[in-house]
């Protein structure tokens, strides 16, 4: 599971911002160090014999989460197969203009109809 490598990551979120988690995330522990230390909302898709399910919030995680895979499947069609980089950061101005492509795109699509 990933739960050890979450605390690890350098989240610079808003307070009161909210996370977006898939079942592997589920710790109640990890949650509320999440609530306590960093301010941030933990929305969990949960198991349905937890304790902190509710269908309400277990309904907006799921929203939110479908979102989140829908906006990183959208990005991963316009990786190519394989990214040639010799640097790194040569590597992240390519990852950078994929990006960049998929938003402009967007933004014309929303613009021509």
Known sequence: ???????LLPLDLP????????????SHLYEDLL????????????????????????????????????VGSMLHHL????IHAVTQEGFVIKVLTFVLAHNISLLTQKMAG
């Not at 990786?79 to 394989?82: G, L």
Request: positive net charge; aromatic residues 10%.
């Open 1 to 7: 599971h990933d739960l050890a490598s979450l605390l």
């Open 35 to 70: 609530r306590e230390a960093q301010e941030v909302v933990p929305m969990v898709i949960r198991r349905r014999n937890s304790r902190r399910y509710l269908p309400w919030m277990q309904y907006l995680a799921i929203v939110g989460r479908r979102v989140v895979e829908t």
């Open 15 to 26: 307070e009161g911002a909210e996370l977006y988690l898939d079942r592997g995330y589920e």
């Open 79 to 82: 990786f190519p197969r394989r």
